[in-house]
């Protein structure tokens, strides 16, 4: 049996080695994505940025989209049968970096010819490189076919230090003011940081979802960056209820601390783990905030394996994020475990992680018996996410909770 040290590390094999970079574009295409590319880096450099530590995957270069590449995307997008409920994904890719997509000089036309020239949705996401009014004309003329999600981030005083390339303040307000906006993400850095743009947002555009929340440090983004990350987490609560009681007419979203969106869905979690009928002596892999849950609730009932998020690093806590590397590392002579299908469900392929590593390479270099529990999707994950997402659920369920204090207490295994 294969102990932590005597583990080398799983790689995963390289897809693309001496192919087209066509062939990275049809990928990306069948998993519903509109692969536009600036070329490698992002120029907008933001210091919180989830893409500066991109080594735990294969990510391909492909050179910035030509007129020919787009002729070929539409045509190809145009052949895939449509599906109503589809909101095909500008951005997002998963073979190439992510980069602000508006950059590239024909991004606006081109959205315009994906609506003009096909019956299909688009969902794309930018720190704001639109053209206004170009962006709310098309909006109106296309109406129920766009979602715009704007990553507003901050508007106050610490935008300038987090994301000094982006567009001016003033630009965001004229994006926001129309019918383009669907939803606005941003973030507590700070008290009086999230719950003032709650209302600056509110005030021009009472219709647009406010998705708000705080960033999770993950390993590569700088010190300060995370510092500053950690004192929004510290701020979230304070914030939030400033929100609350706000009232605003917008549908109000809030992304916490992956341990609070746990705590929000412990009923189902645990009906989860009941429904699996493990047995005392049986292993299940779980991330942190899993394993508070069932900790707390279901003490004893399995043995249950922690392991943290060492391939993403910094304060990430996710089941549905973690690699079988990251399994590997904390196995103390396991012969079987219970792995949740959540885990090798990633973009990269089925049963397989989000580094490339899949199941059946696990299996073979550890020795170790895997049952995946095939419950614990990822269709559970995005539905809990979805269900207890409202700020509402937040302020009444979990800060209003006389029991989070104990599970806030409650420590992780070393
Ligand atoms: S604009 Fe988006 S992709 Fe570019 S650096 Fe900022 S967060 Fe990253």
Redo the contacts with the bound molecule.
């Keep these: 049996m294969a102990t932590p040290s005597s583990l080398p590390m799983l790689m995963a094999p390289p897809l693309f080695k001496g192919k087209d970079y066509r062939e990275v574009l049809i990928r990306e295409m069948d998993a519903g994505k509109i692969p536009l590319s600036l070329g490698k880096a ?5 210091e ?4 500066i530590d991109h080594s735990y995957r294969e990510t391909l270069d492909p050179p910035k989209t030509s007129d020919e590449d787009w002729k070929f995307i539409l045509d190809y997008i145009s052949k895939k049968p449509t599906d109503p409920m589809q909101f095909w994904c500008l951005g997002g890719n998963e073979y190439m970096e ?3 997509l508006f950059l590239h000089p024909k991004a606006m036309e081109w959205v315009e010819d994906f609506l003009t020239y096909t019956d299909k949705n688009i969902l794309f996401f ?2 704001g490189y639109v053209h206004v009014p170009k962006i709310h004309q098309l909006a109106a003329q296309f109406p129920g076919r766009i979602n715009f999600e704007l ?1 507003v981030i901050t508007l106050g005083r610490y935008r300038q230090r987090l ?1 000094p390339h ?1 567009p001016s303040v003033k630009h965001l307000l004229k994006v926001l003011d129309g019918p383009a906006v669907s939803s606005a993400n941003f973030y507590a850095f700070d008290r009086d940081t999230m719950a003032d743009d709650a209302k600056m947002i509110s005030e021009i555009n009472p219709r647009c979802v406010l998705w708000m929340g705080c960033l999770t440090p993950i390993k590569g983004i700088k010190p300060d960056t995370m510092a500053l990350m950690r004192q929004g987490r510290r701020a979230l609560s304070y914030e939030a209820r400033r929100i609350y009681d706000m009232n605003l007419p917008n549908m109000t979203t809030i992304h916490t601390e992956a341990y609070i969106t746990a705590f929000l869905s412990r009923r189902r979690i645990i009906s989860v783990f009941d429904a699996l009928e493990l047995e005392k002596k049986d292993t299940v892999v779980v991330a942190g905030s899993v394993h508070r849950i069932l900790s707390m609730f279901r003490k004893g009932r399995a043995k249950f394996l922690f392991v943290p998020n060492a391939t993403l690093g910094g304060d990430s806590d996710c089941t549905v994020l973690l690699t079988f590397n990251d399994i590997a590392a904390r196995l103390t002579g396991q012969k079987v475990l219970h792995v949740p299908k959540c885990i090798m469900q990633s973009g990269r392929g089925s049963y397989t992680d989000i580094a490339g590593v899949s199941l059946e390479q696990f299996a073979r270099r550890t020795g170790v018996r895997v049952k995946v529990l095939h419950k614990v999707d990822t269709r559970l994950a995005n539905t809990q996410l979805h269900r207890n997402g409202f700020l509402r659920n937040y302020v009444e369920d979990y800060l209003g909770n006389p029991l989070t204090q104990e599970y806030e207490a409650l420590p992780l295994p070393a």
């Excluded at 992002?42 to 933001?46: A, D, R, T």
């Design positions: 992002c120029p907008v450099q933001c919180f940025c989830y893409e992510w980069t602000d930018t720190v990553s994301m982006a």
